[in-house]
């Protein structure tokens, strides 16, 4: 089976460093480059982080700062996030591509032999200046799949998803650039926890990714309690887990539009789930995951990490 061309485009901060690690370790996936964005953290902070991301696992990958704020907004960060220290990363000696990811992006597609698919984990500010500045590209973009936005409620306010509600209008700009968008959005995206079962699992796993994504766990183990949050989820983790594993997720198409103006409801993600109005559906919105399914899936990509370095050496 021949692997899946694919973009990154994130604001690297726990969650998104486990999952361009499952990235880097799946056979099915052939990760081309990673764009950096500002939303958890300014883009200073969340382009440091993927360098060392990407070192850490000594990688070539090309990694290229994005936009430092959202096309017409002030930016607003994560609370907490300046806190999201991974810990394993103290070398600092990767450097950025002398691409900006709008130049990375442009090209990455438009060179590829194949369609390119673009897995978006921040606000989609860099992905709706592409789309807007280079229209042509479209035609290249196998699909875009957005691990953010919600069918109901929000994480940031009552009614928006952080990444929704940091950049609504690039938001709106991608959910309606008539290409194949699929939302993974909090109503499931909060069922993929990490049980302790589910750790002492992860800890029998020798290797880098390994390593990380329990440093990872624990450490966001340790922020739900003191928030009083519950259990621990990762909620990115399933963009990669869609792509190598799409049999565990159902969805549906659907019309979705975001919330621009609103003062209560700035980038609500409106999901017309029972059809009552006549618009076209423009998005596939996950509505149910096998969370055992997807929980074993990427536990044996992290295990895949080592079976790839056994096999280099």
Known sequence: MARIPLIIDSDPGLGDAVTIAAALCSDLLDLKALTVVAGQQSVENTLQNALDIVEYFDSDLEVARGAERPLFRTLVTARKAGEEDIGVFDRHIKKPSPRSALEALRATISESPRKVTLLALGPLTNIAQLILAYPDVKSKIERIVVVGGAASGGNITPAAEFNMYVDPEAAEAVFNAQLPVTMIGLEQSHRFTFSNADRARLA???????????????????????????????????????????????????????????????????VDAHKVTDREPNVSVVTSLDRDGCMNSFLELIAGDMVKRVEEE
Do not use: C, H
């Open 204 to 270: 029998n796993i020798n290797g880098k990714a390994a390593q990380m994504t329990l440093q990872a766990v624990d450490q966001l183990t340790k922020a739900y309690e003191e928030l009083n949050w519950g259990i621990p989820a990762m909620y990115e983790v399933l963009g990669v887990i869609y792509l190598t594993n799409p049999e565990w997720f159902q969805s549906e198409q659907m019309r979705v539009d975001i919330e621009t103006k609103g003062s209560l409801t700035r980038g609500m993600t409106v």
